[in-house]
Structure formats: structure tokens, C-alpha cells
């Protein structure tokens, strides 16, 4: 019932994330950030991050970590100081940087990265091709000439093509004519280059008034913010339209990434403006910017006339009360004050309320898919929406780089459901993405997923299913690897251990659930009471002896209520008594059958219905079908191997106990010792022996511990479960074979891209301090994202204790969590 897995591929645009200290060359380092963003597709939607003496303030961490940047460029003054804080915040992110000294400013910086994203102009035939009667294409585009000088209200709120895209001019390459931002005084023969019907602005805030006329004019800010918006956070900022008076580095930084607050510009193209402080004392243009909004922004218009929420932190209400006065006279709009008290103000308040972006009437994006055969598979990488309407254009519209997001089906996977396939999803390690793509550059998103760098050179994407085996001695003994760009690329540390092998448990529980065939089919029959009761009566049955077995030791050994061992003699006295008792315990009732299984299950059906009121009036149907039920039960673990069938029968003049297996029974059956024949009987009802094997697992490998732990983790899980085996770990590669490990880990599992690492015991009574210390330092070494405690049976108030005491070993980033079994131990009510 299983669907066919598959890969899902999705392009989006490069996201890219600012880390800025404030300084005395921060504004100029802001226009290098903005220029830069509104040159890329996508750019609008960058974040720039406060930094601040090496620390990053906890609301842009958590801002930071939601919108999981594809590269993180850092503009501090001591960048080594946050580079701890960043790796620990992102996930596989590319983290580049910019060196800047206090002591000197840089007059023009730059900030690109290596691997530049798809241009913004991009989208230049798209809007072409999609318009329509109620949207003209766009004919001009703003551009400037490089003697123009600029107050900061076009390089903060729109962006010019000379700024932000290197070749200027480029108005024919891209079919567009330029509206160009020029001196007054510029000399007429000023174009070395045929300027192809351009237009002439001598003032920056004529810009708004020649947006509103008819012809469409479309500036790179638009472009940079086409259908890109990843994630849509709750926020009261994003219920006004946004308009920033001041020049400081918050104002500048606060209105830039209010910008992140609303959805993409396919609606509407501006929600936020910033205004340069002393423009606010010239009458025309607050006028402009309210005739502006009046015909240009529908923020807020549900309930009545527009919202506007003029908002400063280096001014105050008094300030500005004149300029907004006519930016509501103009724009017919409710107007109001708001201080930005903190650089933070900005942020989304509540980070569990950012959801993925959805907007009605969005183009959805194109999505590749193929069909999962082999081990490689090829996907065609899809481009961008937009590309698809630059075929046999220019070729500077599809030059750079995007994403292409994975999701890639597992061909052996162990989901829970029969009609749902797990993915991979891999925890936070740069050398894991690899193993899916070993023939790209990829890294792996926060959500466990893969990306893809992807151009136009790049037709297909190759995708490989790694081995489980593989992937978790990368995890546990792999060394992180980095881009040359990256800046932690010379400061891999090896790794703590250098060998990872499955432990003899392991190997253990490996066979066993191959025996079932799946964890599925383990977790189906084991957490069945009446089975589980009947394995463990037939492969342990002195388990529940213990009591029996600590009276005979009081009473033959014990003085006073104590015992006390002080000498070599009392050791053998103690060594007596053990082998004594063991004796006298009862053996494994090695065979059952079908006679004795039912009448145990018919017991044990009828104390289930008695204790349920809807099966109570159903007794004698429910209790009719027991034989039938467990026939086909048996059936099952008949063909797993769990249980298999023959003849045993006692020879009479040896008296040894024989089997014969159900393939080699005949008329006439020899003794194994004394070879005295044995006539098969007319009657014969055949004999079930529990698989040795299996026996063996459950009475002296605590098999069923681990296997109850890794279902209990596998129930939480909602996309992704892979598991290993019980694991020995090396701190150097034994040269002998039979050396003993360094350390040994009982669970050791991937939950959705978290690596949870567990201690696991029969009891909780049974976790030692010296347990919880040896868990504590292999979670931190390894750097897991959670530490477990497991426990077959015991109170789980103790538990929790143990779980704090576990807590207080552990870096605060690392969950710690217990659990205790939750397997029905009353009567089942089927099989």
C-alpha cells in the first residue's frame, strides 16, 4: 500500500542574512547591503542583524534561526566572536565575512558573495508577458546617473540599477527605458552609451508622483520582492503600512526589516518607506508621499480608511506632528505615532507564530518530480517561475544562482504507516548533505531537508539513497566540511571519536526485527500483552522469581537482616548458594501448542471483556472467533520464524527429550542418544518451539528494551524516523579486533532531523549516577540535539528526577527528556 517514493524539487531564491555592528562607517556599509539585496531576486527579503560586543540579541536569534539563511555575511569587528553563536543558531548555513576596523572606515564597501543570487531584474519578462487591462507592463525602470546624489530616501526604499547591477547602463540588453535620477546641472552629452527613450528625474520625490501616472514604471525594490516571501510572521507592526522618519542606524535597520513583516510585493509593492529626518520640514513632500499612499496602499482597509504608522526612534511625536498632518490630509488615511523604544521592536514577537507564507491567487512554483528506482537517481532541476519567460532573451536575465529545495522519499524506510513513505531528513551536519547529492554544492535546510546551488548550466540534480550504516558513522565519527569561502573552513576540529562499530546487543537486535521483518511488525506483536506474557514466560521464566530468590539468600546467609561478605570464603559461601537456587528455578518451558495457547488466550479474552462494557454484550461472538484469531496470528509468527513447529516426545528407556522439526517427521524416529525408535503417534498434535534465537534476545540481551525504545521514539515522529542499532565508539581505530570500546551507546536515532542519543534500562530503578554522566558526555561530545532516558518498567516520578539530574549535566541547548513504557500490560482484547 506504500506510495512509489519520490523527489520532489522546488527552486526558490537565495537567502542571505546581514550580521552589522554599529560603527562609524555602519551607513555606508548599510547602502552597500541595500544596493546589494535589491540586485538580487529575493533580496527585499534579507535580514539584517544587530550585532552588538559579540552577542546577538535573543528576538533576531530566533528571527535568524526561522528564516534559515542559505549564507550569513558577517560585517563585525571581531567576527571569530560570534561565529560560536551563529553555528549554534543555524543550521548548515555558509557563514562568510568582511573585515572592518574601527580605526578605519571603509568609504565603499562591498558585500557580494561568491556565489551570487538570480538578478531581480529577472522578473523583467514575466511582468512583460502577465499584463493585463488593470496592469500595464512595465516600460521604465528608476536608474540614475553616477553624479547624482542621493539623501538616502531612493538607496533605502527603491534602489537604482547603477548601484545595485554591475554594467550600467543596461537599459537595451533588458528592453527597457531608463527613468533616470540625474544632477540639475547635468551636461547634456553625458551617455557614451544610446539611451534609449529614457526619462529624467531631478529630484528623488518627483519619483512618486511619476509612479502614479499611467505607464508603468517598476524599480528594483518591486523586483527584488516578486513572490519570495518564505514565511509570513504575526506581528502588529504588519497591520499599518510602515513609514520610518530618521537617520539613525535603528530607523534605517527597523524600517528595512519591517519590510520582512509583510507578504511579497505581488500586490502590493510597498509597505514600508523610510524618509531622511530633515525632509520633514519640506511641505511638498510630505504631500507627495500622502498622495502617494492614498492611491498606492491598502493596509489596514478592511475596517475603513487606510492605516499609516509613522514610527521613529531619534525623533519624537512633536517632531514629526507637522509632517504627518499633511500625510493625512493628503492621504486620506489614519495616521498615527509609534516610537521604536528598541532595535528589537521589529522583530516578530512570538516566533511560534511565523508560519510558511500562502497568498491567494499566487503562482505556484514549478516543482520537478521523479520516480525513486535505483539507488542514483536524476531529477531535472526546475528553474524559477520566472525564467521560464526568459528563454531566447538577453542572457543577463538568467545569469546567478538559486535553490533548489528537496524532498526526497526513503526506498527503505520504516514509517508506521502503510500508506505513507518516510523522507530524509538529516540533523544539522555539513558533511551529510553530501551523501544525498555527492555531485553538488548542497547544504542542509533547518528543517532536516536538502538544497541544491543551482544555474542554468545545471539541467539535472543527481540524488543518491545513502546506506544507514554509512550515514550514522558520519554523524558519530565524521569531520564537519566547509567551503573554502566559509569562515570556519581552517577551524575543523577532529572528531572525538574515530571508529563506530554495531555492538554484539546490536547485532542482536538487528536480527530480530529482521526475524519480524520491520519494526512495524515488531511493535504489532510485542506490545500485544498475551504475546508478550508468552514470549517471556518461555524464554525467562524465572523473571519474576526475584523475591524467591532474595529470601533463600537472607535466610541461608544473612545475619541480623544483613549480608556481609569480608573474606574470600564468604564470596564462595555466596557463589554456593547462587548455583544452589539456580538449579532449583524452573527451566524454559521450552514448547507450547495450539490446545494450551488458546485456553491461555480464551483466559485471557474473557478477563478482557469482562472489564469492557461493549465487548461484555458481544461474549460469546468474540469468544467463538478466539480460535480463528489466533490461528491467524500464529500463522504470522510461524512465517517470521518467531515460532516454529514439530514433534517432542520423551524416549522410553533413555528418557531424553527429543524435537523433531515438522520437515523431517516420519513414521519411525530414532532417539538422539540411545537410537531406540519411536513410532509417530496416530493422534500427533504438533508442538511450537519459540525461536532460539529470539530466546536468547529476550532473556539475557535486554533486546526488547531497546526495540520497546526506538518504537516509542518512532510514535513521536511525524515526517522522518532511522534508526541504528545499539553502537561501540573509539576514540582511535582498534588495530584489535577484540579491544574494548570507549564508550557504548543504547539508542541511537534520527526523529524528524534531530539526533537523539539514549540510555536504555529494564528498570528505571537501574539508571546510576555514573549512567547519567556517561550519557551527559556522549550527547555533548557528539553534539546531539536531544539526551533519553528509557525505562522498560518503574515509576515515573523517578524518572523525572532522573531526567533533572540529567538536565543539570547538559548545555543548555540540548534537550533532556525520560519516558517509561507505555505497552497495555492488562488483558488484551486482541491479537
Known sequence: MKPDPRIRATPRPVRIAYLLEDGADVHQWLDAIFADCFGRDGGRQSLVVPADNGSISNRYQEWLRILDPDVVVVLTYDNDAYTSVLVGLLAD???????RKRDEPVKNP????????????SWIPFLKARSSAFQGAPDLILDCYPAWKDDGFIKDNFGTLHDSLVGFPIHEQIGMRGLNLVPKDAPDDRWHFRSMGAEDLTDGYELLDRMLQSGGVTTLSQLSNLNCQPHRPDHPWNEKFCLVIGDSFTDRVSCWNAGLLFGSATSQPYKTLRVPATNRFQGDIGSKIGNFLRKSNWIGQQNGSARIAVRSSSLTAADVQEFMAKVQATGMSNVEFEVIVSIDDCCPPDVTRIYSSYELGRTNPAIAEAQIRDPSTFVSAPNPLQLNYCAGMNPIFSRGFWLVDMKVDRLHDCSRFDNVRDVWMLPNRSQLARMLHPSSVARILRNGFTSIWTDVSMPHIEVKQPNEKNLFYSILCGTGGYLRSDMRASKVLPPPYEHSAISDKGRYLSGTLDMFGSLNNFERVLSNHFWRSQFLNMAAPA?????????????????NGKLVINDDAGWLRLAERVIQKSRKLSI?????????????????????????????????????????????????????????????????????????????????????????????????????????????????????????????LRQESRHSFIYSPQTMLFRTYPENPSRESDRELDVVCIVDGKLLIGEAKVRVDLIRESDLADLAAAVTELQADTAILAALSGDSGLMEQKVKQLRMLLPPSIEARGFVCGWDEGPSGFL
Open 543 to 559: 523473571r519474576n522469581k526475584y523475591i524467591e530468590v532474595i529470601d533463600f539468600l537472607k535466610a541461608r546467609l544473612a545475619k
Open 110 to 121: 562591498r558585500v557580494g558573495v561568491e556565489r551570487h543570487g538570480l538578478s531581480s531584474i
Open 93 to 99: 548555513t555558509e557563514i562568510v565575512q568582511q573585515a
Open 588 to 712: 524454559p518451558r521450552e514448547t507450547t501448542n495450539f490446545e494450551w495457547l488458546l485456553a491461555d488466550w480464551e483466559d485471557e479474552l474473557t478477563a478482557a471483556i469482562d472489564a469492557d462494557a461493549h465487548m461484555l454484550a458481544r461474549k460469546s461472538e468474540i469468544l467463538a472467533d478466539a480460535p480463528e484469531d489466533l490461528e491467524g496470528a500464529l500463522s504470522f509468527l510461524f512465517e517470521c520464524g518467531a515460532f516454529y513447529r514439530g514433534h517432542e516426545w520423551s524416549c522410553r528407556r533413555c528418557s531424553h527429550r527429543n524435537w523433531i522439526g515438522i520437515a523431517e517427521l516420519k513414521e519411525q524416529m530414532l532417539c538422539e542418544v540411545c537410537r531406540h525408535g519411536h513410532q509417530l503417534p496416530i493422534d500427533l498434535e504438533l508442538d511450537f518451539r519459540l525461536n532460539e534465537f529470539f530466546s536468547t534476545c529476550l532473556r539475557e540481551h535486554d533486546t526488547l528494551t531497546v526495540a520497546w525504545a526506538l518504537c516509542a
